[in-house]
């Protein structure tokens, strides 16, 4: 049995992880912003009697972060595996982007992992083991127009981990990052269309079909939850998760060609771009 931290437990690929692993076997910490508004996760948990504690870690707030790995020390006494799930999601134009937006995203997606990361790579480091997974996205590996901050912070976190996996060997700790495309979770009930018109708007139509199309054929939670259970418990983890169809085909497509083939592929417009994305993928996203 494993002691593994959860962090963005609530809902969604955070919330199906922790009650996953918990069926496991594992005795899980289920960290949330609100433990008071998070009663959909108690009740699962009450439900079927599962170990999972659920604690207060908001990704903002560094004092809460080394609160919450302290409180799980004097309980556990060891972090076995770290599962960096919290983040948020943001969408629009480079230039129309106000910068409070992107300091916003940084701060959770990129800053927020940090400081988790500053907390317990000493625990495993000082143990000698560990498993690092974080949750990441195909935006991480594959950027598309008016999506650039959240792909950025993502692609952020892909360097870090192919960072940190190195500094980590030594002490016989693993890092992983899954990369889902579209999963079906709440998070699509959050965002929201901008509300003033955009010279960008092109570009808006291209994302918002690929998340259309993508959402047609989702990955589910436990999708995301079974790769990452893997990237835990497996004796050769994958550094790499790409998880959901339209994650495995675009990855797959970005593969190969070059840079500039890619790039260029991108910046078509209309009909032309959807050739050759049917003709990259395989699978023609944009024309019904």
């Known amino acids: 049995m494993s002691v593994i931290l959860v962090t963005g437990s609530s809902t969604g690929i955070g919330q199906e992880t922790a009650l996953h692993m918990a069926r496991k076997g594992h005795d899980v910490y289920a960290a949330v912003r609100s433990p008071e508004t998070a009663t959909e996760l108690k009740a699962l948990i009450a439900a079927e ?11 903002v707030d560094p004092d809460s972060i080394v609160t919450a790995v302290a409180e799980i020390m004097a309980r556990s006494g060891r972090i076995d595996a770290l599962v960096n ?3 948020i999601g943001g969408g629009r134009a480079v230039e129309e982007t106000p910068m409070h937006e992107v300091r916003e995203i940084f701060e959770t997606n990129y800053f927020g992992n940090v400081n988790v990361l500053r907390a317990v790579t000493p625990i495993m480091r000082q143990q000698k083991s560990g498993r690092i997974v974080t949750v990441g996205s195909l935006a991480g590996r594959v950027v598309m127009g008016c999506h650039a901050h959240y792909s950025a912070s993502k692609w ?5 981990s192919e ?5 980590m060997a030594e002490f016989n700790v693993k890092v992983a990052i899954i990369e889902p495309g579209c999963v079906l979770t ?5 965002g929201s269309l901008p509300t003033e018109p955009s010279p960008y708007l092109k570009s808006l139509q291209r994302l918002g079909r690929f998340f259309e199309f993508g959402l047609r054929r989702p990955a589910m939670p436990t999708d995301v939850a079974s790769a990452i259970e893997h990237a835990i418990e497996s004796d050769k983890p994958h550094f790499r998760y790409p998880v959901g169809p339209d994650a495995l085909e675009s990855v797959a497509a970005r593969a190969k ?3 500039d083939d890619w790039i260029e592929a991108n910046c078509l417009q209309g009909e032309a771009f959807s050739d050759r994305w049917l003709e990259l993928v395989g699978v023609d996203y944009y024309r019904d």
Do not use: R
Not at 186 to 190: E, F, H, L, T
């Open 186 to 190: 709440p998070i699509w009930g959050k």
């Open 49 to 59: 009697d599962l170990p999972v504690s659920v604690i207060t870690l908001d990704l």
């Open 85 to 87: 799930n919290a983040g």
């Open 163 to 167: 960072a940190l996996a190195q500094e």
């Open 156 to 160: 952020a976190m892909e360097g870090l």
């Open 257 to 259: 060609v070059s840079d």
